[in-house]
Every structure is written in C-alpha cells, then in structure tokens.
C-alpha cells in the first residue's frame, strides 16, 4: 500500500520534484519562462499544428434554425426600443421645465404638465413591455440554441 507522500510524489511529474527541493527561483525568470512557453503555443497555432476554432458568430447560426433566428432579431429589436426610451426622457423632462415659464396661467401649466405625464407614462409602459420581450425572446433563444450546442458536441463525441 502507498503512503500519502508517495501517492503525491507519483501524482507529480520529475520536474515539479526539481522545482519543490530547489529553492524559489528569480521571479522575473519564471515570467521569463512563461512567456517562452506562450510564445511556442502561439507559434504552433501560426504553424498549422493545432486546429482552428469555429467562430461563435458562425456555430451560433450554423445550429440556429427559423424559430432561434425569429427569437434571436424580435429581441434585438425590443432591446433597441427599450433602449430608446430613456433618452427621450431627457427631452421630456425638458418639456416639463418649459412648462414653468412665467406669466402662464396655472391651468394651463397643468394641462401641458399632464401631457408631457401622459406621454412619460406611454413611454415607460412600453419601455417596460419592450424589457419583458427582450428579456424573454433572448432567454428562449439562448436556452433553444444551447441545447442544440450541448447535443452537437455530445454527438461529436460519440462518434
């Protein structure tokens, strides 16, 4: 039966022994070691020794089908709208300042500061239906294109 040191002496390779009995070496040659290490990944990659990654842009559409892409541009275009919703805000909330101007009768002060809150009422409403979409049409989209990724790579697994 192993003891706990020889289980880990065996669990570690010849050069990690070297490295826990010498004593720490110069930081600044252990960075430059790890970049040398880096620069030969990276030289074997430019070399053609390791296979090229698929783009995210390209795997997401390759597995998408009509109802992920349907998913995927209605809630792009509900996050455009609910983004679009707070800067008009900022020239509403101009409109309620040029309400106050002087020499107005307060009636009429009113009513264009209950338009301009009808108008900020309308704008939220929609900002908030706008969120729910975005929010609900990305999530299934992602969930639906997820699972297509996790069978895909299960399958090429297997083979």
Known sequence: ??????????????????????????????????????????????????????????????????????????????????????????????DIADSFEGGMNPDEILTRITRVSLILSIIGAGVWIGSYLFFAFLTIASERLGLKTRVAYLRAILR
């Open 1 to 94: 039966m192993l003891t706990g040191n020889e289980i880990f002496e065996t669990a570690i390779g010849e050069e990690e022994k070297i490295r826990l009995v010498t004593p720490k070496q110069d930081p600044a040659k252990e960075v430059h070691r790890l970049i040398s290490k880096v620069d030969i990944k990276i030289q074997e990659e430019r070399d053609g020794k390791h296979k090229a990654m698929v783009p995210y842009g390209k795997l997401v559409w390759t597995l998408a089908d009509k109802g992920d892409r349907f998913y995927f541009i209605f809630g792009l275009i509900s996050a455009a709208v609910c983004g679009l919703g707070l800067p008009s805000f900022v020239f509403l909330f101009g």
